[in-house]
């Protein structure tokens, strides 16, 4: 059974652009989340998607975005990089709508320079 | 606003040893995640404790969760360099989707 699926990997982009990231989750799940980590604020949560609809969104700013598409597929969308957008972005599936084991997937490792 | 301390952050320990990281909240939930992340790795899943007093083991790690004192702990028996990782406990808000609050993280090192 195939796990959560990154892509990109390894991403470099220069402040100002913007990037795309995206997540294919095991198949069966409907719930997709996205965190990013860095060294100075650890994990955070950024937002979670369910069927297609945002549910949570995490306290990060409106460059921030996402969707999720109806095979449960979702992608993120970082607008205007900052050099503070520099992190690993992690990606979850979890198979029903709440309460549910989340598995990550391996990460995009997004550098601003 | 949920908040969740581990402690200690870091950990350096001898194999053969027993050591405890503790993971506190800060308001009510039912539901507790144990990762491991190796370096320049993603969160593999650990546990899952899904009531007060749930208690799973695995090999060395023993995890327990009291949910009235909202805290979780994990047990490392007999440790061996195999288990050096960073671990990072999560906690998930009652009825709030599937969204994760975790702490720091606690890396642990463990010398032969």
């Known amino acids: 059974k195939a796990g959560v699926t990154q892509t990109p990997r390894y991403l470099i982009k220069t402040r100002g652009q913007q990037v795309t990231l995206s997540c294919s989750p095991i198949?069966?799940?409907?719930?997709v989340s996205w965190y990013q980590q860095t060294p100075g604020q650890g994990l955070q949560f950024l937002f979670e998607y369910f069927s297609e609809t945002q549910r949570n969104k995490g306290n990060f700013p409106g460059r921030f975005s996402g969707r999720q598409f109806s095979n449960s597929r979702s992608e993120m969308n970082v607008s205007t990089l900052e050099l503070g957008d520099s992190a690993l972005y992690l990606c979850a599936s979890s198979l029903v709508s709440w309460g549910a084991e989340a598995f990550f997937g391996q990460g995009t490792r997004l550098t601003v320079v | 606003e949920l908040k969740v301390e581990q402690n200690p952050l870091f950990l350096s320990m001898q194999e053969g040893k027993n050591y405890t990281i503790y993971c506190n909240y800060s308001?009510?939930?039912?539901?507790l995640y144990w990762y491991r992340q190796d370096p320049g790795k993603s969160l593999e899943s650990l546990f899952v404790?899904?009531?007060?007093?749930a208690v799973k083991q695995e090999g060395r790690l023993m995890a327990s969760l009291d949910t009235k004192a909202r805290l979780s702990t994990l047990h490392i028996t007999a440790a061996v360099h195999d288990l050096s990782a960073t671990y990072f406990c999560a906690v998930d808000r009652n009825n709030a989707g599937n969204m994760l609050t975790f702490g720091g993280g606690t890396r642990l090192m463990v010398k032969p």
């Open positions: 404790l899904l009531s007060n007093g």
């Open positions: 198949s069966g799940h409907r719930s």
């Open positions: 308001t009510t939930s039912d539901r």
